[in-house]
């Protein structure tokens, strides 16, 4: 079996995946380092790898494991990071726009995307389309999003577009002594932006605002936090029901 077509079987991705980010195996060392010691996590994937290779022996399916980890490593990017910044409407020689990349983030996303909102605003109201268009084409989106009447101005849109689109989720904040704050974009669990921007017309435009764009396999744990944070309760999936025809 080319071993290039295992990665366009679904079930085989979408198992390989969940297996590195679930057990925080992204990088390509410590997983060698898992196969070597047979964890208990890798012999659970031993077994489920079985089911969709029934033919294949242990040895095999290491031998298996070994070159997919090469493989994956040639094919991860370099870790980098880059200079995004909103200059109160202005241009700057050394760092990329905060919407240019934002943008880019979105159209360039095949399976995932996460995105968080302290304040978001009808501006953001393009973007919103965009993330449709995303939906549509079966990218899964998630929203972590504060409980503020900064959001509410635009919670109304991205509740009827979850409607539309049922991989569309959205996660409210529980916690009323504090804030979720935080400004991300997680593209694939391979690229992401970090910034101080809100989805407002002053974070993307009208504010001076700076973030990172980060490339590289660790970008996956921003992830990791917010599975974290639900985890512990400190987000709810926010459900909305469908109106009826006639009201």
Do not use: W
């Not at 939906?135 to 991205?158: H, P, Q, S, T």
């Amino acid at each position: 079996m080319d071993i290039k077509k295992l990665f366009k079987i679904n079930a085989f991705k979408s198992l390989f995946s969940s297996f590195l980010i679930n057990n925080n195996l992204m990088n390509t060392e410590i997983f060698k380092e898992e196969i070597d010691k047979e964890s208990k996590s890798v012999i659970n994937l031993y077994k489920d790898l079985k089911g969709i290779f029934p033919t294949l022996n242990k040895e095999e399916i290491e031998a298996l494991l070994y070159m997919l980890c090469d493989l994956r490593q040639e094919a991860l990017p370099e870790p980098t990071f880059k200079i995004v910044a909103t200059a109160s409407g202005e241009t700057t020689s050394f760092a990329r726009d905060t919407v240019v990349v934002m943008r880019e983030l979105i159209n360039s996303a095949e399976e995932r995307i996460l995105i968080t909102g302290f304040a978001i605003s009808k501006y953001f109201r393009s973007i919103l389309d965009s993330l449709g268009q995303k939906a549509k084409l079966g990218v899964r989106i998630e929203f972590y999003i504060d409980i503020n009447d900064i959001v509410l101005e635009m919670l109304e849109e991205i509740q009827d577009l979850s409607l539309k689109y049922e991989n569309i989720l959205i996660y409210r904040y529980k916690c009323t002594a504090s804030n979720m704050h935080a400004k991300v974009i997680l593209m694939d669990d391979k690229r992401a932006l970090v910034t101080s921007a809100n989805l407002s017309y002053n974070g993307l435009i009208n504010n001076v605002e700076v973030g990172v764009l980060l490339q590289g396999a660790d970008v996956a744990q921003i992830r990791l936090f917010f599975e974290e944070l639900k985890d512990r309760n400190l987000f709810t999936l926010y459900t909305k029901k469908k109106k009826r025809e006639n009201e």
